[in-house]
T-cell receptor
Framework: KAGVTQTPRYLIKTRGQQVTLSCSPISGHRSVSWYQQTPGQGLQFLFEYFSETQRNKGNFPGRFSGRQFSNSRSEMNVSTLELGDSALYLC????????????FGQGTRLTVV | AQKVTQAQTEISVVEKEDVTLDCVYETRDTTYYLFWYKQPPSGELVFLIRRNSFDEQNEISGRYSWNFQKSTSSFNFTITASQVVDSAVYFCALIRGAGANNLFFGTGTRLTVIP
């Protein structure tokens, strides 16, 4: 059974650009959550999607957005990139919404220059 | 508000030593879930254990054991006979209430096991 797949693994973007990250959950999993990991702020929850609907959102500006497709794959988008957006973005897959164990991908390392 | 505190930033032990990673949490919810995750250098977070607030039974899985004490709001993790492969960053995390799926993470403890 394939795990959580995040693409791309590494990305370098320039300030002001936008970026789209992709996450394919484990087959059969319907909940996808996104997290940002930085040395300064640690691991922070961005948002959660279940059945193509955003269930929960963390405390991030509107430049951060996401969506989920009917096959449960999810994308997150960051517009008008800032240097502080440089981070490891992790996607987590869960069978259903609510308190189930989450399986994480290897992340996308975004560097904004 | 909720908070997860891992006071130990870095720990180094010699192989085969036992090591305990501390986790203290704060939440006003009566229903909550506690987790431990391992993050090896490759980056992904590896699920180790989940415990709900109504189950204070300690758990042992091989060389790993967890001690959950509601009286002290602690959920500590012990590795017995540590191995070099245990070197990683370990995160304690909390989910509030029922129906939620967002993890609140502690700042992590970097464990280095020296051969």
């Amino acid at each position: 059974k394939a795990g959580v797949t995040q693409t791309p693994r590494y990305l370098i973007k320039t300030r002001g650009q936008q970026v789209t990250l992709s996450c394919s959950p484990i087959s059969g999993h319907r909940s996808v959550s996104w997290y940002q990991q930085t040395p300064g702020q640690g691991l922070q929850f961005l948002f959660e999607y279940f059945s193509e609907t955003q269930r929960n959102k963390g405390n991030f500006p509107g430049r951060f957005s996401g969506r989920q497709f009917s096959n449960s794959r999810s994308e997150m988008n960051v517009s008008t990139l800032e240097l502080g957006d440089s981070a490891l973005y992790l996607c987590a897959s869960s069978l259903n919404a609510g308190n189930t164990e989450a399986f994480f991908g290897q992340g996308t390392r975004l560097t904004v220059v | 508000a909720q908070k997860v505190t891992q006071a130990q930033t870095e720990i180094s032990v010699v192989e085969k030593e036992d090591v305990t990673l501390d986790c203290v949490y704060e939440t006003r919810d009566t229903t909550y879930y506690l987790f431990w995750y391992k993050q090896p250098p490759s980056g992904e977070l590896v699920f180790l254990i989940r415990r709900n607030s109504f189950d204070e039974q300690n758990e042992i899985s091989g060389r790993y054991s967890w001690n959950f004490q509601k009286s002290t709001s602690s959920f500590n993790f012990t590795i017995t006979a540590s191995q070099v492969v245990d070197s990683a960053v370990y995160f304690c995390a909390l989910i509030r209430g029922a129906g939620a799926n967002n993890l609140f993470f502690g700042t992590g403890t970097r464990l280095t096991v020296i051969p």
